[in-house]
Nanobody, 123 residues
């Protein structure tokens, strides 16, 4: 029953930073908000997640140090801050939600998905 809407995508130059947002309409208690991306011609890749209650985060190795996730409990919104974007970061970025489990903290078993927002990075 959770509905998610991403926003903030666009076209940037290599080295730029970008903030993506994910607005959730349903209750996020006991949930994890995950972020994924799908580059052209490639499968969906787990970027990381933030646990709603604690704010704890998990990042995939390729994005550690450049991506930062947060959530605003009062506004029921998550954010993905991306620094130093590179051309290989060009992808559709999705937010997702699922109950907190060992699976969701590993990027598996998410129940709800946004439609995605396009990020294009030019060299």
């Amino acid at each position: 029953q959770v509905q998610l809407v991403e926003s903030g995508g666009g076209t940037v130059q290599a080295g730029d930073s970008l903030k993506l947002s994910c607005a959730a309409s349903g209750r996020m208690v006991r949930h994890v908000m995950g972020w994924f991306r799908q580059a052209p011609g490639k499968g969906r890749e787990f970027v990381g997640c933030v646990t709603w209650g604690s704010g704890d985060t998990v990042y995939a190795d390729p994005v550690k140090g450049r991506f930062n996730m947060s959530r605003d409990i009062a506004n029921n919104m998550g954010a993905l801050h991306i620094n130093n974007l590179q051309p290989e970061g060009t992808a559709v970025y999705y937010c997702a939600a699922g109950l907190f489990t060992s699976a969701t903290t590993r990027g598996r078993g998410y129940s709800y998905w946004g439609r995605g927002t396009q990020v294009t990075v030019s060299a």
